[in-house]
């Protein structure tokens, strides 16, 4: 908490003086810098420490020196990452899911939303604050029924009841923040395309949704997010006999930590979180700006 | 001209209501069915009343992890929310104004870039990095820090610390996205308001107590409500890093934590759902009490 004491000393309201002023600036403008990077150190670390301990045996890792550099720089720790954790095996799991649950999410989510914003008909309201109310349910309360749910539907421990899970959970916040977009959209273009004769369905694939873009784009990344981080549900419904093949990402990761534990195979651990956040470094530094809007847009509303 | 107008709204609504009323309203009433009930899971089901209510408030268990979830939800939004403005505003504002426009510091982007990454990340994995830097001996990050002489730091393995752990890695993986969500705000503050106090004479501090403070209040106040409803899970946390999950000695146990555990361990189901059921008036009364109290008139 030191770096919340980096502002300069309080001072009196004085016609600005030049000099005085410049000082001032400057010695804020230090302090400034020192706590931001302190920040920076704080926040890339944890992750830079991960990286170095992925190349060092057992023993170097309990030297207690955390920022040394390993002393050679072998990839076997990754190669039995990949391989024998099966990193591999739970990374492409998760992107199989993410893809079609995130695909899902998009296109119910848009659909539901885009009626629900433009139409009037009995019991409109109804289901939109149905779906808005999901919002303020927290996802663990109802973890039992769920697995009991899905156990009667026979989607336990299968690729398609986490999918379809996935996207009901994401439907609250995308429909609400899909409705309010879709009811910012002109109703002139709208008029216009029925006029020509163009059917509903067409109106919304070939009018709406690229007018939309933008809205799509940002709860595109939101859902894609956080599906990719999700644990909590694929925990409650990958379980069963040969669960393990069908892991995702978070869980493979979370069980590799325990088994590093009992077996002491610490590097390989560090290895496999490695490469879980390679990929994610690698797409943020290409989509930084739309990721960082993405996420923030649910808060701006 | 409207024709066709309701097979259309009832063909573009039917999977998502469908699916949506399956697997989550089902889901939460039967949440407020099964409190009621003594069901293990299996078998038939019985009607209790309240009962399970009543062993709730003799829970010594609970009471502990309502606790937990209390010292995570007064400090959690505190401490990102304090971290995060006070970035915010170094980035943005630190550099002075040069020529009449007010810049933030050098390499305010670099920062934000960095600074926004932990948010990206997921919470189980954030966890087991965690797990590791907060070890209890010298593989741990902090204790390989640590001078030689001194002996090594349990953090997660000594109950007095162990929750402040938890808490502190909540506070690493948050403040990022608040300066970046701050950062916003700030930026839509216009130029000729902060021009007109610095012409004034107001320093920085005031600068940012009468103008950035009263100007963000709406985006703090959502904030605040988005890191509550984030301390009350925590489960991925608690489940990965802590000893015993939950230990030690329930040191780090939270509600989240005893619907799992009941549910899928102790075959508690009826149980478990009183407690979903406590959680949720929880989480409500939180909400509408937070935009109540700081609720404020538009500035």
Known sequence: MSNLTATPPAKTAVAPQTAKKHREIKAFNSLAHIALVFWALVTAGPLLWVLLASFKSNTEIFLGEPFALPSSFSLDTYFSAWDQAHIGRYFLNSVFVVLFSTAGTMLFGSMAAYVLARYRFFGNRILYYLFVSGLAFPTFMALGPLYYILRNMGLLNSYIGLILVYIAYSLPFTVFFLAAFFKTLPHEIDEAATVDGASHTRKFFQIMMPMAKSGLVSITIFNIVGQWNQYLLPLVIMQGQGAEEKWVLTQGIANISTQAGYHAEWSTLFAALTLSIIPMIIVYAVFQRQIQAGLTAGAVK | ?299
């Not at chain 2, 209390?70 to 929310?81: D, E, K, M």
């Not at chain 2, 000729?192 to 703090?220: C, Q």
């Not at chain 2, 030690?248 to 102790?266: C, H, K, Q, W």
């Open chain 2, 1 to 299: 001209m409207r024709h066709g107008k309701y097979p259309f709204i009832i063909g573009f609504l039917a999977v998502p209501v469908a699916l949506y009323a399956t697997f989550v309203v089902a889901a939460y009433i039967q949440t407020f069915q099964l409190s009621m009930t003594s069901w293990s899971g299996f078998g038939a089901i019985k009607f209790v009343g309240a009962d399970n209510f009543v062993k709730l408030w003799n829970d010594e268990l609970f009471w502990k992890s309502l606790r937990h979830n209390g010292y995570l939800l007064l400090l959690l939004p505190i401490v990102t929310i304090a971290l995060a403005l006070v970035f915010a505003f170094l980035l943005n504002v630190g550099g002075g104004s040069k020529g009449g426009v007010t810049r933030g510091v050098w390499g305010s982007k670099f920062y934000r870039v960095i600074f926004f990454f932990p948010q990206l990340m997921a919470l189980a994995i954030v966890a087991v990095i965690f797990g590791r830097v907060f070890a209890s001996d010298k593989s741990g990050m902090l204790n390989g820090l640590f001078p030689d002489s001194w002996s090594p730091w349990l953090f997660l393995a000594d109950e007095r610390w162990a929750l402040t752990c938890i808490l502190v890695v909540l506070v690493w993986q948050a403040v990022g996205f608040y300066v970046v969500l701050f950062s916003a705000g700030m930026g839509s503050i216009g130029e000729e308001i902060y021009e007109a106090a610095a012409l004034d004479g107001a320093s920085r501090i005031t600068l940012f107590f009468k103008i950035t403070l009263p100007l963000l209040w709406n985006t703090i106040q959502t904030g605040w409500v988005y890191l509550g409803i984030a301390a009350f899970d925590a489960f991925a946390l608690i489940n990965i890093m802590t000893v015993d999950r939950g230990g030690p000695d329930g040191a780090t146990s939270v509600l989240a934590m005893m619907i799992y555990r009941n549910t899928f361990e102790y075959s508690q189901v009826g149980y478990a759902s009183a407690l979903g059921v406590v959680l949720f008036f929880l989480t409500l009364t939180f909400a509408a009490l937070t935009l109540r109290v700081t609720r404020r008139d538009a500035v």
